[in-house]
């Protein structure tokens, strides 16, 4: 789907504790560094949806599992992706897509890295039930 | 210490799960986007000595709870806290400092964006038994 991108990273195993790879500056989806936050979803609770027009979102789930849908209200086409560690991508979306997520397992955690610091005038929220998809 | 700072951050309440900030590009202790990743820290396992003579951390602690030790070889001074969603800090350690973690709970996990990527060059590494400290 235009304006979304999976690239696979790495976690290096380690007896003490795993190591997971992120982002790094060189990386050719990293834009520009604006924000890092963590966003928990408990198990099935869904959050969005939510639109972004300026922001670009760079999200791994380290911990649990999160499906996520993107939604284009222009071409109606929508795009679905379950992140865990075992399937351990970063998922870049592009503004100007709906997006959604719900937790799928007991404790879920996305990490995000966003080019711009929040600013909720540069972003849209709507009701879940806008966006037809049986979750 | 010199060349340690801590500073809290807000964690944002939702009942469907909860926002944790991590670091802006506008924070005082924000220096430049190198790279962003975690680290697992298994219960009772430490993960050390490591000193970085470039790299800059900044490191919370989203899951779990992480005690670090925090060594100047020069002064001879170390300085330790334990960073949790309890005690939600964020770290900065300037180079020059010996870094050691334990974890002290189930799962833990602690997430570093750091001023450059990973350099194996840059950083130095001895055996934990190296620098007294009563673990």
Same mark, same amino acid.
């Given at each position: ?10 976690? *290096?195993?380690?007896?003490? !504790?795993? /190591?997971?790879?992120? +982002?790094? #500056?060189?990386?050719?989806?990293? %834009? ?26 760079? *999200?791994?789930?380290?911990? !649990?599992? /999160?499906?996520?849908? +993107?939604? #284009?209200?222009?071409?109606?086409? %929508? ?45 849209? %929220? ?10």
């Amino acid at each position: 789907m235009d304006g979304v991108k999976l690239v696979k990273q790495r976690i *290096i195993g380690n007896s003490k !504790g795993n /190591i997971y790879h992120f +982002i790094k #500056n060189n990386d050719n989806e990293f %834009n520009k560094f604006g924000e890092c936050y963590f966003s928990f979803v408990n198990n099935s609770e869904i959050k969005g949806w939510k639109k972004h027009n300026k922001m670009i979102l760079n *999200i791994v789930v380290p911990l !649990g599992k /999160i499906k996520f849908v +993107i939604y #284009n209200s222009e071409t109606k086409e %929508n795009f679905e992706v379950t992140l865990s560690s075992e399937n351990y991508q970063r998922l870049t979306v592009f503004p100007g897509l709906w997006v959604a997520f719900k937790g799928l397992s007991e404790l879920n955690m996305l990490v995000n890295l966003a080019s711009i610091e929040h600013d909720p005038n540069e972003s849209e %929220n709507i009701e879940l039930f806008k966006i037809n998809y049986n979750w």
